[in-house]
Nanobody, 124 residues
Framework: QVQLVESGGGLVQAGDSLRLSCAAS????????MGWFRQALGKEREFVAA????????HYADSVKGRFTISRDNTKNTVYLQMNSLKPEDTAVYYC?????????????????WGQGTQVTVSS
């Protein structure tokens, strides 16, 4: 089992920045990809970004490309999501995810472990 704990959410104004963190513990050797998803009120959970363990390849949703940066510290088993130029439409609960998925990293059904979520609210 792998446990994921997110932190860093909050209330900010449009144009501000936030950094989310997700610390993994437990059987982390089984985790190849770590990612972030988000779910706005009344909407389905959607892919935001992902990073793979070995080569550090990153993947982004078109809606956040150029504004968000995902990074991973394998020594700390922690993944970060730096969010810049935040918009009101970025408001959502952000979830950290981890799993052995290697290729279809945008598919939430392929992730094995999920955090409890952290709220990000962007006011206009």
């Amino acid at each position: 089992q792998v446990q994921l704990v997110e932190s860093g959410g909050g209330l900010v104004q449009a144009g501000d920045s936030l950094r989310l963190s997700c610390a993994a513990s437990g059987r982390t050797s089984s985790v190849y990809t770590m990612g972030w998803f988000r779910q706005a009120l009344g909407k389905e959970r959607e892919f935001v970004a992902a990073v793979t363990r070995s080569d550090g390849n990153t993947h982004y949703a078109d809606s956040v490309k150029g504004r968000f940066t995902i990074s991973r510290d394998n020594t700390k088993n922690t993944v970060y999501l730096q969010m810049n130029s935040l918009k009101p439409e970025d408001t959502a609960v952000y979830y950290c995810a981890a799993g052995s998925v290697r290729y279809q990293v945008r598919s939430r059904s392929l992730y094995d472990y999920w955090g409890q979520g952290t709220q990000v609210t962007v006011s206009s």
